[in-house]
């Protein structure tokens, strides 16, 4: 499994940006798929999770209502569309993916066996 992820990049507070995730290497379409981010001097943090068909979504509290998880199975991508977006959302954000046979979505990084190199979003005030 390969994750490409891409979209980062640097905005001034309450832009918006859209984190792409390309996969590779298996079926995209079985996996639950996520979103972390990590702040400079911090720990990696959940962002967002969907489920492999797209019905279900968790979004961490701090981004609720500003970003929007999605995915296109057909493409093999998922996304993070982010908007009105804070100074405290600058990190490097990473796709990660789970491959277990499972019906609940993860929030938690180590449940994810496959992740992406990380895109950098950087929000100036």
């Known amino acids: 499994v390969q ?3 891409s979209g980062g990049g640097s905005v001034q507070a309450g832009g918006s940006l859209r984190l792409s995730c390309a ?3 298996r079926t995209f379409s ?3 798929m996520a979103w972390f981010r990590q702040a400079p001097g911090k720990d990696r943090e959940f962002v967002a999770a969907i489920n492999w068909s797209g019905t279900v979504t968790y979004y961490a509290d701090s981004v609720k209502g500003r970003f929007t998880i999605s995915r296109d199975n057909a493409e093999s991508t998922q996304y993070l ?3 009105r977006l804070k100074p405290e959302d600058t990190a490097v954000y990473y ?3 789970d491959s277990r046979d499972t019906t609940v979505v993860a929030t938690t990084s180590g449940k994810y066996d496959s992740w992406g190199q990380g895109t950098l979003v950087t929000v100036s005030s």
């Open 3 to 5: 994750l490409q992820a």
């Open 30 to 32: 079985n996996w639950d």
């Open 23 to 25: 996969a590779s290497g």
């Open 95 to 97: 796709c990660a993916a």
């Open 81 to 83: 569309e982010m908007n």
